[in-house]
């Protein structure tokens, strides 16, 4: 089963509104551009990478979680973020039972993060070059 399997699977797996918040994050996260690549990480989670990590999701009991791996590197003028400020690199989005899923946003926030990996990835090309 390839990672986009089983992220299918997870999602029809939970059945309660973990699983539909889980599919419209996916959903917009996708939008945000046709190379984005589905994995399948750390015993069971979703991550979503283009040209390096964007995000991982994962359904918790009482939350969905979605940490954004360069999160405190982007601009959030929609105030998506709302947890792990504590740190200097991983930003969260945590989803409570009946928070909307903001679909355009968030597929903005995605366009961001992949615009610094490719940055990042040209950055360090000149480094080596």
Request: net charge neutral; proline share 3%.
């Given at each position: 089963?390839?990672?986009?399997?089983?992220?299918?699977?997870?999602?029809?797996?939970?059945?309660?509104?973990?699983?539909?918040?889980?599919?419209?994050?996916?959903?917009?996260?996708?939008?945000?551009?046709?190379?984005?690549?589905?994995?399948w990480?750390?015993?069971?989670?979703?991550?979503?990478?283009?040209?390096?990590?964007?995000?991982?999701?994962?359904?918790?009991?009482?939350?969905?979680?979605?940490?954004?791996?360069h999160?405190?590197?982007?601009?959030?003028?929609?105030?998506?973020?709302?947890?792990?400020?504590?740190?200097?690199?991983?930003?969260?989005?945590d989803?409570?039972?009946?928070?909307?899923?903001?679909?355009?946003?968030?597929?903005?926030?995605?366009?961001?993060?992949?615009?610094?990996?490719?940055?990042?990835?040209?950055?360090?090309?000149?480094?080596?070059?």
């Open positions: 089963m390839d990672a986009a399997e089983r992220i299918d699977q997870l999602i029809a797996e939970t059945t309660d509104w973990r699983g539909q918040t889980l599919a419209a994050v996916r959903q917009a996260i996708l939008a945000a551009d046709p190379a984005i690549v589905e994995e990480k750390w015993m069971g989670s979703p991550v979503w990478s283009r040209d390096g990590m964007i995000a991982v999701g994962d359904a918790h009991k009482t939350k969905v979680k979605l940490t954004f791996a999160g405190a590197q982007l601009a959030d003028p929609d105030r998506l973020f709302n947890a792990g400020f504590e740190g200097n690199a991983r930003r969260i989005i989803y409570f039972e009946g928070d909307p899923v903001r679909a355009e946003a968030l597929t903005a926030l995605v366009q961001a993060a992949i615009v610094h990996n490719q940055t990042k990835l040209k950055k360090n090309a000149k480094k080596t070059s």
